[in-house]
């Protein structure tokens, strides 16, 4: 995909768009196209979220509520004029989220691309963790597709269909780590840097409650099968005796030996210690699952 | 087709019209002047044809002539007034209510194509402009590089660039396009020339029907002409469509060239027009998927709603796909789309430097 978006960026204007169909993704319906044009034209965004159904490996979705979640966001986000940055967009779905931009914005975040390119490289796998800071450009504006336009194939072997625990310890844990260390080291992209590292911040502790409950969820399977003697799949063993916030004292620690965890003290007063981010992540999943429930109600 | 119907084009309907009535009245007198070895001083000619209605004018040739030019003039209005209503309905495309009501407003060129053929084959008498007019437009189409080519393609600042492009991707397939242009006119021609036959045969025919015999021959002779018209026609155009086929299929393995791809990079980067790029990764593993999503992709870009938005689908090809997909060949099945998706073709197949 990179090539071809270098062939888009060289040849695109400003106001042109970018759709973006990956290999695992398939358009929903003949007048997707024009939906996603029509709402950013008419919303002059630069960016469009969009609903998304999920099909294949559907077991194995890591997604909130397969994409539920998302497609209400989009959908409220839908009836608003485009605008900036606002805290719901962190419940957005990076598969909605990474599927239209106007060459400007691509542009950015190319230029973050090749930046970065040896950061990236190293982590081997891929999770689009980092194309979050999209949405906290200065000149980025957010508009919604309420209707479905991509239809998103699950496939084995992705990264949200293996149990793999090293996805978590160095993907994951470097993907998010990426994303804070973009935001803290190109104050110039965005409007107000603080105020843009505070929202990287949000969306980071938002993918730790969900990621810790994923691990929670593996990590009791793996320990009931082996109770009962049963055969652990591939990788499933890693998962046996997970204690809940590993993967956020993983994260606290790299932030910590990237020497970004001055940037998080900053924002959140009262993380001094790995304790204390733990504990800061906890209240925060127990808000969300109140959110949550109390949205569903 | 072009369902802008203007001022100028009614009055060219009714010209041609005109022309042909001439035309025929005039193949009339020359016919009867050999079968009753009448001479007629031809600067008189109009003279001598009020003579002969007079001879006739307790036959059935009256009611024929009369019926004729009824039909004649009723055919030009239904058709003129269902083209307007089509048009009327086309400058209101865009909106959102047009695309609820009609799902897809691409259907109005073709109801506009539907009531023209039922005008003219309910209807005969048009038939002569229709078809002149059709082959005039057919001439329109091939020479025209600013207003010929389908709104969606229409780029505003650059239109004869795109054709170029166009053009030279065509060129550097396997036929030129210059005997694309020969074999089509010719057809047409063909065509043109053989139904033309039929209808002048079939009108004379009813001039000529106090003479029972020769009416008769003429009308077998008729009869014979329309069958083999029918099956000329059928034939060029099954021929035209695999025609296509070929070549379309052509453009897109000639297009890799580094030149079209070159001069295509250049007219994109000069043009400011907007422009949706669909950026569609293809894996060989996924191969049913990217074949449905160009499908998509292009189904979007066929529904006209782009009037001045270029869509562009640009594929990145892991090395393994053409080796693997043998059996069903995404390039090949979309493009028994249509003629539009040909053009549109050529610009799929740009792909990135390797």
Known sequence: ?????????KTACDDDIAVMLDDDDALKRSDAIEDIVYMM?????????????SCGEISMDITNKGGGKHNELVHILSKRRAGHFTPDLCYASSIGWTKAFKQET?????????????????????????DFIAFLFSNSRVCGVPKPTHLYYKDKGRITTTK?????EVARVGFLTLLLKMVVENPNLFDNAYKAEAHAIEFIVFKTCQIEGIMAKYSKEANEKNASGKKLDKGESDFIGIMPGTFSKWLYEKIKADNLDVSITRHLHNVTSCDSFLQYVYDKKKEFILNNILSSK | MDTQLKFSDIIRYILLGCISMLVVTFAFILYDSYCTGSTYNLPFWVTKLNAYMEIYSSSLT????????SFYFVGLIVQGISMMFCQILYYFKDTRFMSFLF???NILPQWSALVAFLTRTFVFSPVFFYEINNYCRVLKFRNSTSSGYPKWLNISNHPE???EIIEGAINSGKYRDDDRRYLNELLIGILTVIRMTMWTFIVMSVFALPQVETAYKILIIAFFCMIAGAIVTLIAKAYASEYIKS????????????????????MLAANGTPKVFILVRTCSKNAPMYERNLKRALDSINRQTYQNILVIVLEDVDKDYDNQVTTANPVKTTLSYSIKLRIVLSIVAVRPQQ
């Open chain 1, 1 to 9: 995909m990179i090539r071809i978006k270098e062939l888009f960026l």
């Open chain 1, 164 to 168: 793999n625990i090293k996805d978590f």
């Open chain 2, 161 to 163: 660039e795109l054709c």
């Open chain 2, 247 to 266: 070549l379309g299929t052509s453009i897109t393995a000639r297009c890799n060239d580094t030149q079209v791809r070159e001069r295509f990079n250049k």
């Open chain 2, 62 to 69: 009256i009611v024929a002539v009369v019926a004729i030019a």
């Open chain 1, 106 to 130: 691509a542009k950015t975040m190319h230029y973050l691309l090749t930046k970065y390119a040896d950061e990236y490289r190293k982590l081997e796998r891929y999770e689009d963790f980092p």
């Open chain 1, 41 to 53: 034209n008419s919303r002059k965004a630069t960016i469009c979220i969009t609903s998304f159904e």
């Open chain 2, 103 to 105: 799902g897809d407003c």
